[in-house]
Structure formats: C-alpha cells, structure tokens
C-alpha cells in the first residue's frame, strides 16, 4: 500500500508540475498574442523648458510647463484582460488607430508629420501673441492617409506633399480636388510632390473613392504650410508624436521670448490641445490618462480644452478623471490660448 501511496503522489506532483508549466507557458504567450485592439494608458508629464530653446529667449527658473502623453500599444491578451479591470487602461478597435493597409511605420510618420505642423503652428502663435510678424504660405497637399486598394497605394507615402496635378500648383487641399473634379475612371494625371525634401512625379490613374460618386488617387490630406518667424526655434521632441502638445509648445515659447516676464508664476502647470493659427485650442483623445500622468508628476494646474456646447468636452472628462483619482490638482478650461495667457496673468506668484 505504501509503495501504491508514493507512486501516486508521484504521479500527483508530476501532473502538478505539469500544470504549473502549462500555466506560465500560456501567461507568458498572452503578452505575445495580439488582438484586434490597441491599448492606451496614462503617459509621462514632460517640462517643456529643456526640450524647447528659443534664440535670446528667457527660462523661467522655479515653475515649467509640461506636455502631457499617453501611452498606446498594440494590445496583447493580457493587456486586452487587463483593461477588463483597470479604470487607467482603455480599449480601441485596430481601424480606429491605424487605417486598413496602413503599416505601423505609416502610422508612426503620421504622427511625426502631425507633431511636426504642431510645432510650426505653435511657433507661429508664440510669436504673433507676442508681437512679431509670422510669414505664413501654403505649400501643397500633405498626405496624412492612404486608402487600402487605391492608386496612391505603393506611389505616394504619409508625409509627402502634393504640390502639383498635371503642372497645376496644388497649394491647399481644395485645389487637389479641384484639379480631379470633372474627371472620370482611368484618367490618369501626373503627381508632383516633394518627399524629404526631394521632389518626384509619378503617373496615377484614378479610381472611384469608397462611399462616393467622385473618383480620385485615394489619400487623406491636410494643407501643408510654411512659416516663417524672425527668431530660432529649437524643439527636441523626438519620439513625440500626434498635435496635441500645441497649447503647451505654444505657451513656452511665448514665456521664453516675454524675458521681462515669468509666466508660470513657480507653478509646474501640465495641459494639452491643438492649436490652430487663430490661437484656438482643439479637443484631444486620451484626456483621463494625461490627468493621471501630470497628477502623478506633480502638476498643480491643467490647462484641458473646452467646448461648453459638447456633453463630452475634454474639461468635462477632466474633471472627472481629477475627482476620480483625487487630486488636489486645479483644473483650467481654455477655448483659446489668450484665455490661457489671461490665467497666467491673473495668478498670483507661488508662495515658497
């Protein structure tokens, strides 16, 4: 009975042990198994001060502005299982982030050329806020998407910038589609674009576009511009991506040429929102993890964009997401960038 007992205890632990290895072998493939989401979590809070140099500008010694981000992902099984439970980790479908036939490096020089616009409309408003004169002149077409199927496809990358249709200068969007209306299927019509500053032609017949009666090459674009300001601007923002750290660029910029002046008072304030060249400040994705990730990093102020008119505005959720995890962080709306300014003016110095 006795050698009967240990051999099934034997057996017991061999399938105990078995079991065990099974487990951490599947755990282990479910960080490796990918699912049809992208998972975005709470980023960094980062100070603008050392990224951003302007030539005979002034930093502000005690308080900073930061940038906020999100971190986003391809989301394995346990990071899919994981955002089950987490209130800081969120879902999106693939088609949602990444267009079809779009390859993770599109999406990645996409969000480049979208961070690198930002940073030329921030550079523009600093300036005219603070009285210099900003030359702004259309360049092209810029080529922000590629649709799965269709001419463009193989031809044209995201970043190029459409300048010509058949030698006729394209410099906003509406003139590229100008120069396609009245066009039918099988016409083809001559590409000029510059692509890292080289320019290149290429031959493109057109097609119909999905869901319309107009027929096209198959991009998603945006106008391309060049502006010129009097002062250097250098901005080290490698790895950065996506338009939403426009307000807060905007605003160090501005406070490093206003050298008689110190904008943020010693506080260290955090914020997001595009910014147009008007100066006003656009809605952003990811609102709940950049309070969480300046909260974290010791923000005291938060510049979120509103819209009174939208249910769902950034501040709104800003201010839940700040009551949800507590923070004694003080929450700002801004539809513009002047509101911002007014804010900081009207603050009073920290007291140390």
């Known amino acids: 009975m006795g050698s009967v007992s240990q051999a099934s205890r034997r057996r017991m632990a061999r399938w105990i042990n078995g079991l065990i290895i099974l487990i951490v072998i599947l755990l282990g493939l479910s960080f490796f198994v990918p699912t049809n989401y992208y998972v975005t979590r709470p980023g960094s809070a980062i100070s603008l001060g050392p990224i951003i140099e302007v030539e005979d500008g002034k930093k502000d010694e005690t308080g900073s502005f930061m940038l906020t981000t999100v971190r986003m992902g391809e989301a394995s099984i346990a990071w899919y299982l994981y955002a089950q439970f987490s209130q800081d980790a969120e879902l999106m479908p693939k088609q949602l982030v990444v267009s079809q036939g779009e390859s993770n490096e599109d999406f990645i020089r996409r969000e480049q050329a979208v961070m690198d616009n930002s940073q030329k409309l921030a550079e523009a408003v600093a300036f005219r806020l603070a009285g210099y004169d900003v030359h702004v002149e ?28 058949d030698g006729v200068k394209t410099p906003e969007a509406k003139d590229l589609l100008h120069q396609l209306a ?24 057109l097609k119909p576009l999905p869901n319309s009666q107009s027929v096209g090459i198959g991009v998603r674009t945006d106008s391309k511009q060049s502006i010129e300001i009097p002062k250097k601007v250098t901005i080290a923002a490698q790895g950065i991506g996506g338009p939403s750290a426009g307000l807060m660029m905007a605003l160090e910029i501005y406070d490093q040429l206003n050298t008689e002046t110190d904008l943020t008072k010693g506080f260290q304030i955090a914020g997001t929102g595009t910014i147009a060249l008007d100066g006003s400040v656009g809605k952003i994705g990811g609102i709940n993890h950049k309070i969480v990730a300046a909260d974290a990093a010791g923000a005291e102020i938060f510049f979120a964009p509103d819209d009174p008119n939208d249910p769902n505005s950034n501040y709104k959720d800003a201010v839940k997401t700040a009551e949800r995890i507590g923070t004694s962080m003080r929450i700002v709306p801004v539809k513009t960038i002047d509101e911002a300014v007014a804010f900081l003016n009207e603050l009073k110095p920290k007291q140390t």
């Open 138 to 165: 259309n360049q092209g077409v810029w080529v922000m998407g590629i649709l799965e199927g269709m001419p463009a496809k193989g031809a044209l990358k995201i970043g190029d910038v459409i300048t010509e249709v």
């Open 182 to 205: 009245g066009k039918k299927e099988g016409d083809e019509v001559e590409i000029t674009y510059t692509r890292d500053g080289q320019v290149a032609k290429t031959m493109l017949p």
